[in-house]
């Protein structure tokens, strides 16, 4: 083989390894937020490993958001203000660490620091190996924006509920810069394109350049937008509480398609998008999960629960997992939608889970959080 043609090879290898995300301990994986876990899983069916329960009868703890994994530990937030750091071989807890505000976000992990907000409006830093707090920022509002992190690693950014949004050292909390949006952000923002695209209340998809916050456009999506939105290679996708979901240019100039097949008219999607093998997958209110098409726009199936879908899926090994508040995790074929498998919780479930390590790990809204593994 000639040489030049051996340099093009690694070139094209090189430039395909660029352009896959790399999946970061974090909602939806950070940056793109296309919600694929970074690790294999096993086929269904499933066991339980472990199950820990945050909060007592007396002092009843939720949990609003998906948990993470990192290495050989579980991080999982609760509405009571606490992290909690768990075994992952046995869900023992390693350490807790306390906030005043209660945690409705995502944690992330990165270089050995966990970044979460709190509804008192801090943004936390916190080791991983001790649960220790290292800094915090003041947003002055109640965060429930989960954040994500820049591809350098050096900026985290977030939003809050009176409608800023912020970008922060990730090794000081110095503030790098602050924009504004017209309503609450509730929304984890998704980076690339140079910029960070945040949802809300206010009704918009938002780009804000990731240097110095200014904006680069501002697209009306009809109603607000508690879910994330969601960038591919050559579109952004994102959601509404009026029952659709949208795919724009990266300039945000064209509307590619829009998807309103809902079961019930105007049903919210409360839920983010996942994005794996050209199809895209999100819980709405209709009590159903939909899967679309990410080119054309159609619906690729739809699978119906008994409750509704406000959870964000996770895509791992051709299978989707995600949860329903009917108190069930489905287990569903990417391709087909059918069901694989199913465990049910103790109480409603809101929010994703984590795939990483050969388990699954979610939490119910009483405070349950369960490790599932491939049954042996």
Not at 40 to 64: C, M, V
Not at 114 to 127: M, Q, R
Request: aromatic share 8%; hydrophobic share 40%; charged share 20%.
């Amino acid at each position: 083989m000639k040489l030049q043609t051996i340099f093009v090879l690694l070139l094209i290898a090189t430039l395909s390894r660029a352009d896959t995300p790399p999946t970061l301990p974090a909602f939806q994986g950070g940056g793109p937020l296309r919600g694929v876990a970074a690790d294999a899983i096993a086929p269904p069916p499933y066991q339980l490993r472990w199950r820990f329960k945050a909060g007592d009868d007396d002092n009843r703890a939720e949990i609003e958001n998906n948990p993470t994994i990192a290495n050989d530990t579980a991080y999982v937030a609760d509405s009571l203000g606490l992290l909690h750091a768990l075994n992952l071989a046995d869900g023992k807890e390693k350490w807790t660490y306390k906030s005043e505000g209660g945690f409705a976000t995502t944690p992330l992990v990165l270089n050995n620091k966990i970044y979460l907000g709190d509804l008192d409006g801090l943004l936390h830093c916190v080791s991983a190996d001790k649960g220790e707090k290292i800094w915090t920022f003041d947003s002055e509002g109640s965060i429930h924006s989960s954040p994500n992190v820049t591809p350098d690693g050096k900026t985290i950014l977030f939003g809050n509920d009176s409608a800023a949004v912020f970008a922060v050292d990730s090794q000081t909390g110095k503030k790098l810069w602050e924009g504004k949006g017209g309503d609450r952000i509730n929304a984890c923002p998704a980076i690339g394109f140079g910029a960070a695209f945040f949802t809300g209340c206010d009704a918009r998809l938002l780009a804000l350049n990731l240097a110095d916050g200014t904006e680069k456009f501002a697209v009306d999506l009809g109603g607000l937008a508690p879910g994330s939105p969601t960038i591919l290679d050559d579109r952004i996708i994102a959601a509404t509480g009026e029952g659709a979901v949208f795919a724009y240019s990266p300039d945000g100039k064209t509307q590619l398609w829009k998807y309103e097949d809902v079961d019930q008219q105007g049903a919210m999607f409360y839920s983010s998008p996942a994005v794996a093998d050209g199809i895209i997958v999100l819980g709405c209110r209709d009590r159903q999960v939909h899967a679309i098409d990410a080119k054309t726009g159609k619906r690729a199936w739809a699978f119906k629960t008994r409750g509704e879908v406000d959870a964000t899926a996770t895509i791992a090994s051709g299978r989707v997992y995600i949860p329903s508040k009917d108190k069930k995790l489905y287990v569903l074929d990417l391709k087909t939608g059918a069901k694989l498998y199913e465990f049910t919780a103790n109480r409603p479930i809101t929010a994703g889970p984590a795939i990483a390590g050969g388990v699954i790990i979610f939490g119910d809204t009483a405070g349950n959080v369960f490790c599932l593994e491939p049954k042996k």
